[in-house]
């Protein structure tokens, strides 16, 4: 992965929530979370002084929102690196047009690739939360088979997370199961800079076999799971809102990542700053 005009290393990550960093909280980082994005960037300027980075993604936002969006400001950036994860939101939505998703999907691809940065796509995970979205799978397969080919047409690299067996652990996840826990974005993350050839740390969570609950228990936590995250997410959709709506960018502009204190240290100077 080479560097820009005069040297120049610059990442922009755009998409949604995967991308956003949700089910990573962090107590002082923008937006209230921090994300396998956030940590590649810092491994990056570790591994390589000098790096950039701008994260555009939003929770919620669907493709169109993020070629609206996003696209434009990217590309103003000039990334010498862009990662784009977009698509899952619609996968999930009502009456979704798969053909006419992934040919949008294709044209923003084809944009960034034009760009000559490294470009990195991933495929989705097939989340096993519940028979209610088994019917999306079929959706969720025709995705995958699209980026693989996409990725090998336009050059890109590609992080298939569909394939990784660790996230056939709950642990790897959230409470609503369908983002990834503070271990799943560090594993993530992980995968990425090995598929960069970045150097990192970041070693996998060891855990003991998970516990194999006794009936009683499983039925109270699917009770408590769509009570607390399917019930509002289904009401959120027949009400044409979502939580990404009030939300700016985590890193709307390019920072340069401090070698040391990550990007944590950059919210402690701005802070004293004020």
């Avoid at 755009?14 to 209230?32: A, C, H, K, M, R």
């Avoid at 993020?66 to 990662?83: C, H, R, V």
């Avoid at 516990?211 to 997410?233: A, F, T």
Wanted: charged letters at 30%; one cysteine or more; aromatic letters at 8%.
């Amino acid at each position: 992965m080479g560097a820009g005009e005069k040297g120049r290393r610059r990442f922009v990550a755009i998409g949604d929530s995967f991308t956003e960093g949700v089910g990573d909280p962090s107590s002082v980082l923008p937006n209230g979370v921090r994300g396998w994005a956030d940590r590649v960037a810092e491994k990056l300027a570790k591994a390589e002084p000098g790096w950039e980075y701008a994260n555009l993604a939003v929770r919620s936002k669907r493709l169109r929102h993020i070629i609206d969006e996003q696209l434009e400001p990217a590309l103003a950036m000039e990334p010498t690196l862009i990662t784009l994860y977009a698509g899952g939101n619609d996968i999930l939505d009502f009456g979704t047009d798969m053909d006419a998703l992934l040919n949008d999907y294709e044209m923003l691809v084809a944009k960034l690739a034009a760009t000559g940065a490294t470009v990195v796509l991933f495929t989705g995970f097939d989340v096993k939360v519940s028979a209610i979205l088994e019917p999306l799978k079929k959706r969720n397969t025709l995705y995958n088979q699209r980026v693989r080919a996409l990725a090998t047409k336009y050059g890109a690299v590609l992080v298939d997370y569909w394939c990784f067996e660790a996230y056939k652990d709950p642990r790897m996840w959230a409470p609503d199961r369908l983002h990834m826990s503070k271990a799943g974005h560090k594993y993530l993350a992980a995968q990425v800079l090995d598929h960069l050839d970045v150097p990192h740390k970041i070693l996998p969570k060891e855990w003991d076999p998970p516990e194999r609950l006794k009936l009683r228990e499983w039925e109270r936590r699917q009770r408590r799971w769509v009570n607390d995250w399917v019930v509002p997410l289904f009401g959120r959709k027949l009400r044409g809102v979502t939580l990404g709506d009030s939300l700016q960018p985590r890193w709307p502009q390019p920072v340069k990542v401090p070698r040391k204190g990550g990007l944590k240290k950059l919210v402690d100077v701005r802070m004293r700053s004020e």
